[in-house]
C-alpha cells in the first residue's frame, strides 16, 4: 500500500506580492533555504514518496525538484482543486495521498507519518491543533474519482465534507501556521 505525499506548489502568490513581496514566496528565503526546500526535504525526510504540482514558470521550484530527483508535473494553475486533481492524476498507483500545502515549510517529518499511519485505517484523516484543521489531509484512493475531477480553489473541501474525517491533535503549531505574507518569512 503505497501512501505518497503530494505537494501543491502550484500558486501564484498574489496575496504575498499584494503585501510587499517580490516574485513567489516559495522561493523566499526562510533561514538557510527557501520555503519550498524547507517543505520539501521535511517531506522526503519521512521515507515516503513525494510528487510536487508547480508552475511551468516556477523555476526555483523546479530546480530543487531536479536537484533532490523529486517528480513533479507542470501546471498553469487557477486554482488549488485543479493542482490536486493533476497530482493526483500523476500518482494514480498510490493508494493514498497525503496532501500538502508548499507553503507550510514547518511540518516536521513525523506528523507526515502519522497521518500516513492512519490513513491505512481511515478514508480521511486531518491533523488538528486547538481544534483548527491542518494539514497534511490524508485522502485514501476510495476517492480517486473525486479527487481527480476537483476544480477551483476550494482543494478537496467538497471531499472532506462529504466524509468522516478521523482527526490526529497535534499539539505543534506548524500543522495550522503558512507563509502568507512577506512578515512571515
Known amino acids: 500500500m503505497v501512501i505518497g505525499i503530494l505537494i501543491t506548489a502550484a500558486g501564484k502568490s ?18 538557510t533555504e527557501t520555503v519550498f526546500k ?8 519521512t521515507g515516503l514518496p513525494v510528487h510536487v504540482v508547480t508552475r511551468p514558470d516556477n523555476q526555483g ?4 525538484c531536479l536537484q533532490l530527483n ?7 494553475s487557477d486554482g488549488l482543486g485543479e ?14 495521498w497525503l496532501i500538502h500545502l508548499a507553503d507550510m515549510p514547518y511540518v516536521q517529518s513525523h506528523v507526515f507519518i502519522q497521518v500516513a499511519e ?39 473541501k467538497s471531499i472532506l465534507s462529504s466524509g468522516i474525517i478521523y482527526r490526529i491533535k497535534i499539539n505543534d503549531q506548524s500543522v495550522v501556521d503558512d507563509i502568507d505574507y512577506p512578515r512571515d518569512c
Not at 506580492?17 to 523566499?28: D, I, R
Not at 524547507?38 to 525526510?45: A, Q, Y
Not at 493542482?83 to 493514498?96: E, M, S
Not at 486547538?130 to 473525486?146: D, L, N, R
Open 61 to 64: 521550484v523546479i530546480t530543487h
Open 14 to 31: 498574489t496575496r504575498f506580492q499584494n503585501a510587499g513581496g517580490h516574485g513567489n514566496k516559495l522561493n523566499s528565503s526562510l533561514g
Open 83 to 96: 493542482t490536486i486533481a493533476l497530482g493526483v492524476k500523476d500518482t494514480a498507483h498510490w493508494a493514498g
Open 38 to 45: 524547507k517543505t520539501l526535504l521535511n517531506s522526503i525526510k
Open 118 to 156: 492512519k490513513l491505512k485505517d481511515y478514508p480521511l484523516v486531518r491533523p488538528v491543533h486547538h481544534e483548527k484543521p491542518g494539514h497534511p489531509v490524508g485522502i485514501s484512493a476510495k476517492y480517486f474519482q473525486q479527487l481527480i475531477n476537483l476544480t477551483g480553489d476550494d482543494g478537496a
Open 70 to 76: 523529486v517528480p513533479f508535473s507542470l501546471l498553469d
